[in-house]
């Protein structure tokens, strides 16, 4: 792809920044709302649909040239802000589906699938998402985008990309019915090695996960 069609996708760097800022910030409102467990029957579907809006932004960030920053080095913004507490949070709402598996890199043949959780990876992006917007909130703009085009590459974007497909993968198991991975398998503080995780649990495993996460199985 040209620069000149890269630019044509968004031909006002301003119009492009408001729009990515807008996005960045519409998940983190969103996502802190999720945290605070009020409703956690729509937890999982939220996620979903917050995940895959703000894998959007990344979509047109990846897309766009590379972004240099006004500066040589980035401007220190300070402590980053504790994320602690929201990935306690999701910790203790997705207990039951937090940990999931994961291919690393896709393109490496010796790859082996890792344990990961989606509370850890929820406050990463967080993290991530919020060092630019400290950027973009001080008025550097171009230091904004240039963070989260970088870190989109480097970090929150292969890590969105991975929350996605396990919410997605949940969503689709309890709606269709078709039989849950014995989660107790997994674990994060160990390798999984080269086993296979048997499907031991049925269509009832599916639907008590489901009903309290605010999925219903398709009738």
Known sequence: MSDATLHATDPDPDDFAVQIADQVESF?????EVAKGEDPDSAVPFLL?????????????????DILPDERYEPDLG???DV??????F???LEPIDV??????????????????ISDDLADIITD???GMAHYRAGRTTEALWWWQFSYFSNWGSTASATLRALQSLVAHVRLNQPLPELDGLD?????????????????MAEELGEPLGIRPVK
């Open 28 to 32: 983190l409102v969103a996502v802190f």
């Open 49 to 65: 649909l917050e995940v895959s809006q703000l894998l959007l932004a990344g979509g047109r960030l990846g897309a766009h040239e």
């Open 79 to 81: 402590p980053e802000p």
């Open 84 to 89: 602690d507490e929201i990935r306690e949070r």
């Open 91 to 93: 910790a203790v709402m």
């Open 100 to 117: 999931y598996s994961e291919v690393f890199d896709p393109y490496d043949p010796r790859t082996a699938p890792v344990p990961a959780r």
């Open 129 to 131: 998402l919020r060092h």
């Open 188 to 204: 994060t503080d160990v390798s999984m090695g080269d086993e296979t995780l048997e499907f031991e649990a049925g269509r009832v």
